[in-house]
């Protein structure tokens, strides 16, 4: 992994920021926007691939654009600049560039908490482990079987008092930080691909360290089900409305 830079519009002109990371996530999901050139920015909105999900068009990134904008409120808006975007990504993202900004808007934690092969679990430790020091490990959590009938071992990050209290530290140099937690989905819920238990197991996770972070609102979802997920991750139109509508009283 190494230092990566990554274009973002502002008008018609390219502003370039920098990552730690392996490669910079080409994908639909990704999104980078300023609303102006000034060194100052009212919100920073920095989401994972839940920011856009299935398509920019009726999307988070979409509909908080259209607030901000209405509002006549400054941004830099990042949606999934990594493919593994993480509270990691983001304080790293802070620490190599000079962000200016009052207010934080985001969505981290799923990728943090939930289960992944061990390759490339160690993605996501070593980012956090890049400035914050030796504060994440892996565990080994279950077997998996595959739709193709393959047994693959799966692994959770664990992370010491210290990962806490980084991410607590970055967040405190915010005005106001508006958290939109990870939701509770439903195990029965029927969806094309089939997740294992430990992924419902980390959802709750996720939701437990974000609202234990001291910020100024943390939006609970609550449960939800296939009209707000179609995979038990990414967000239909409905849901992300749903977001959107709970985030926007909040911002108002």
Sequence with gaps: MKILKFNCLCHDKIISYKLFGDLINNGHDFYCEASSLESHFDYLCFFDS??????????????LINYLTKKKLSYLIISRPLSLTTWATLYNFLRLNKINASNLITNLGFVDFTPKKNDVLENVINQVNYYMGDVASSKFIQMYES???LSIPLYITEYNIN?????????????????????????????PRVRPASFFESLIKTSNFNKKLKVYKNIDLGVIGER???DAVHYTKFGSKLILDKLTISLS
């Excluded at 839940?50 to 509909?63: A, C, D, F, L």
């Excluded at 209290?165 to 969806?191: A, C, G, H, R, W």
């Design 163 to 191: 990962f806490y209290e980084n991410v607590q530290q970055m967040v405190d140099q915010f005005n106001k930080v508006f958290i939109i937690n990870t939701p509770y989905v439903l195990p029965l819920s029927s969806f």
């Design 50 to 63: 839940r920011g856009i999900s299935s398509g920019y068009e009726g999307s988070m990134v979409e509909g």
């Design 147 to 149: 739709r193709n009938g």
């Design 228 to 230: 707000e997920t179609y």
